[in-house]
């Protein structure tokens, strides 16, 4: 049986080439096994319609909407207002959007009655808290306005 001598290049070679495949191996199991995308408990699913998973939580009327970054269905309108941010998911990129109906009055736009009450604070405690619970970070400039 003949022994097999490596150069010192070659070592460093192997070495690298090890590393790679370990970065890689976490990097996979990172993006395919701990992530998913369940939503608070206090979330129940109300509507599951061209592919938009659209949760409601009755104790805040609080709204959130799951969906794939590039569909174009939105489940919100001019009166609502919240945070969203992307995130990746088994290399698939989802929008979250955490919302609430606003009632408007008459020359004071909904997006500021919003945001001089509680609301946003709760719109987006909702989201870090479904963003922690999956282990989630924001990606693409992390966690924006509902209209940014």
């Keep these: 049986m003949r022994k097999i001598n490596f150069t010192n290049k070659e070592k460093i070679l192997i070495i690298i080439l090890v590393a790679i495949v370990v970065f890689m191996v976490g990097f996979l199991a990172n993006e395919m096994i701990l992530k998913d995308l369940n939503p608070p408990s206090n979330f129940v699913l109300i509507?599951?319609?061209n592919g938009v998973s659209l949760y409601k939580d009755s104790s805040t009327d609080m709204f959130?909407?799951?969906?794939?970054?590039?569909?174009?269905?939105?489940?919100?309108?001019?009166?609502?207002?919240g945070?969203?941010?992307?995130?990746?998911?088994?290399?698939?990129?989802?929008?979250?959007?955490?919302?609430?109906?606003?009632?408007?009055?008459?020359?004071?736009?909904?997006?500021?009655?919003?945001?001089?009450?509680?609301?946003?604070?709760?719109?987006?405690?909702?989201?870090?808290?479904?963003?922690?619970n999956n282990h989630l970070s924001p990606v693409d400039g992390g966690i924006v306005g509902l209209y940014d």
């Excluded at 590039?70 to 207002?81: D, E, L, Q, R, V």
């Excluded at 290399?91 to 009655?113: L, M, R």
């Design 64 to 81: 959130m909407e799951v969906k794939e970054a590039n569909n174009p269905t939105k489940t919100y309108h001019s009166n609502c207002a």
């Design 83 to 132: 945070k969203k941010s992307n995130v990746t998911v088994k290399f698939v990129k989802y929008t979250i959007t955490c919302y609430k109906e606003v009632q408007s009055v008459p020359n004071v736009p909904a997006i500021q009655i919003y945001t001089s009450g509680t609301g946003e604070t709760a719109s987006l405690y909702a989201l870090k808290i479904m963003l922690d």
């Design 47 to 49: 509507s599951n319609e």
